[in-house]
């Protein structure tokens, strides 16, 4: 069965650092979300493409994060300088389009510790 | 910010019992859906109920919506050790998907 892929699985870096998160969908699947998940709490998006194109950066902290989904297909998610703040689960999550009823696939997520 | 509220928090049961789990949320849904996650991975969907829908089953799985409370409720049946895990319930409106704090179910052995 087709998987969401993400690299790494455990990241630890040093408060402003820079970090990357790398993300591979489903393939097929045109629209791709990251998502950050502070322990205890549920996942919240920090940004969605439909294809190449960012559809909602709307919670994303843009001084710091930025993201690119230059073909399409996979994405990077940039944090610098990174922050203790920061510290969380990064989700991947990927559907086939934009989310009129379809369900979302998530990958098994990047957990981040800043020190 | 979080669309959805869980209740309860954390719930422990012993293994063969059912387990209940609520959601409600704040503003209009087209749909909502409730995921599962275990510790440490990523989120696996469960079920996804429409908003002009009350009642849903999927296997062990009864999902409820009520629109006019903006409540909806998770059971499970005849639980098992692997259903151990939280639980989230995420709401589908204004083209987002907005989950919620989650439950915590501990299944005892």
Redesign the interface.
């Known amino acids: 069965e087709a998987e969401?892929a993400?690299s790494p699985r455990y990241k630890i870096t040093e408060k402003s650092q820079a970090v990357a998160f790398w993300c591979d969908p489903i393939s097929g699947h045109a629209t791709l979300y990251w998502y950050r998940q502070i322990l205890?709490?549920?996942?919240?998006?920090l940004v969605?493409f439909q294809d190449e194109s960012v559809v909602?950066d709307s919670q994303l902290p843009k001084d710091r994060f930025s993201a690119e989904r230059l073909k399409g297909v996979d994405s990077t998610l940039k944090i610098q300088p990174a922050e203790l703040g920061d510290s969380a689960?990064y989700?991947c999550?990927s559907s086939f389009r934009?989310?009129?009823?379809e369900?979302?696939?998530?990958?098994?997520?990047t957990?981040l510790l800043v020190l | 910010s979080q669309q959805g509220e869980e209740d309860p928090q954390a719930l422990s049961i012993q293994e063969g019992e059912n387990a209940t789990m609520n959601c409600s949320y704040k503003t209009s849904i087209n749909n909502l859906q409730w995921y599962r996650q275990n510790s440490g991975r990523g989120l696996v969907h469960l079920i996804l109920i429409r908003s002009n829908e009350r009642e849903k089953h999927s296997g062990r799985l009864r999902v409820t919506l009520d629109t006019s409370k903006k409540s909806s409720s998770l059971l499970i049946t005849a639980s098992r050790a692997a259903d151990t895990a939280s639980y989230f319930c995420a709401c589908f409106g204004n083209e987002k998907l907005t989950f919620g704090t989650g439950t915590r179910l501990t299944i005892i052995p």
């Open positions: 969401v993400q205890g709490q549920g996942p919240e998006l969605q909602d689960m989700l999550a934009l989310p009129t009823q369900t979302q696939y998530f990958g098994p997520g957990r």
